[in-house]
């Protein structure tokens, strides 16, 4: 198994794309510690799809974008697996809503730029002390940051831009300490972001201009986590891929 013996921090773990891969490191051999923010149920079948993958598992409560709730995350994993972190997957984050560049105030830039970018720094800033050489951090882009986004995305899209660039610069500062840092930029993926944030009509038109001709589901993201959490990619760090069906290149 390609993540034997690892322990795994999944933020926003419960739901979508963090269930997948929470349930995908599991069945590589990770024990898995899923974050949620506010649906306990959620998290406790994340969990249960954990435990039947045959690994161990825990559920924690916190909001990514407090320093005290991400603190406490770290202080109940080491209390349950021990002082060493080896994976860390940054999934919080999201469009929120669409608002134009005028309908936008500063309560709307702060809390698009903390759900998305303070969360991972966050993260990474308390992880980071725990990781020994060998361990990974995955964070979460998009497809918007490399065109803009769609209508209303402007600050999703920015603050998954820094995403991408604090990816790369945390990849020079920690690879030193044997520690690698990837970031993956997804187009379309079939999760609950698109049922509410994009609509029938347009995921419908948009398969027929990707290459591949499909959506991607949350199996396709969460293969590739594992595969940035393993030995596997050991030689590969500062990276932002795209994973989109062949929509756009970078």
């Not at 045959?54 to 770290?74: L, N, P």
């Not at 820094?162 to 990849?171: D, E, I, L, W």
């Not at 079939?190 to 199996?219: C, Q, V, W």
Request: glycine share 10%; charged share 25%; hydrophobic share 40%.
């Amino acid at each position: 198994m390609k993540c034997n013996g690892k322990i795994a921090i999944v933020t926003g773990g419960a739901r979508d794309l963090g269930r997948a891969i929470s349930q995908k490191l599991a069945q590589e051999g990770a024990k898995v510690v899923i974050n949620y923010f506010d649906n306990q149920e959620d998290a406790l079948l994340t969990l249960k799809l954990v435990q039947e993958a045959g690994s161990e598992g825990i559920i924690i409560q916190g909001d990514m974008t407090k320093a005290a709730d991400v603190k406490r995350v770290v202080e109940e994993t080491t209390k349950a697996f021990g002082s060493e972190i080896h994976i860390l997957a940054n999934v919080v984050g999201g469009i929120v809503g669409r608002k134009t560049i005028t309908e936008q105030d500063e309560d709307w830039y702060n809390f698009l730029m903390d759900v998305n970018m303070k969360s991972c720094w966050l993260c990474t800033r308390e992880i980071v002390p725990h990781m020994p050489a060998g361990s990974s951090i995955v964070n979460f882009s998009s497809l918007a940051a490399r065109d803009g986004g769609g209508p209303g995305a402007s600050m999703y899209a920015t603050a998954k831009g820094a995403v991408m660039t604090f990816t790369r610069s945390m990849a020079k500062e920690l690879g030193p300490k044997g520690i690698r840092v990837n970031a993956l930029a997804p187009g379309t993926i079939a999760t609950s972001f698109h049922d509410r944030f994009n609509t029938p009509e347009n995921r419908e038109r948009m398969k027929g201009i990707y290459p591949l001709r499909r959506e991607g589901d949350a199996g396709d993201v969460a293969d590739l986590v594992a595969f940035l959490a393993s030995d596997e990619s050991d030689y590969l760090t500062g990276t932002n891929i795209d994973i989109n069906g062949g929509m756009s290149f970078s």
